[in-house]
């Protein structure tokens, strides 16, 4: 059995995300910068605070792959940039 360790890469981090067959996969994807000593990670619950929704939807953003995040041990842990990326991509103007 082959064992892959996430912080194997030093240009990225390892994200869960979906896959178009609805299964889970991990894969690398590179930092911005090379650098992610000065990232701000964030639980999910404070996620789900800063967008105000509930957990699960945090969760199923992840599972999705919507919202890259580092999984540590059986938590997940996002990138406070990434989560701000998210929220301009999705704002909608209405009216």
């Known amino acids: 059995m082959s064992h892959t360790r996430p912080y194997s890469h030093l240009s990225g981090t390892w994200v869960i995300g979906g896959e178009a067959d609805g299964v889970p996969r991990r894969k690398p ?5 090379g650098d992610i000593s000065e990232a701000k ?11 105000r929704v509930s957990k699960m939807t945090v969760y199923r953003l992840l ?7 580092v999984r540590v ?6 990138v406070e940039s990434d989560v701000n ?11």
Not at 29 to 33: A, E, F, G, K, L
Not at 63 to 69: F, I, Q, T, V
Not at 73 to 78: A, E, H, K
Request: glycine letters at 8%; proline letters at 5%; a positive charge.
């Open 29 to 33: 994807v590179p930092m911005s910068n």
């Open 85 to 95: 990326e998210y929220l301009r991509k999705s704002f909608f103007n209405a009216g």
């Open 41 to 51: 990670f964030l639980t999910v619950a404070e996620v789900a605070t800063t967008m």
């Open 73 to 78: 041990g059986r938590s997940f842990r996002v």
């Open 63 to 69: 599972h999705s792959g919507e919202l890259p995040a």
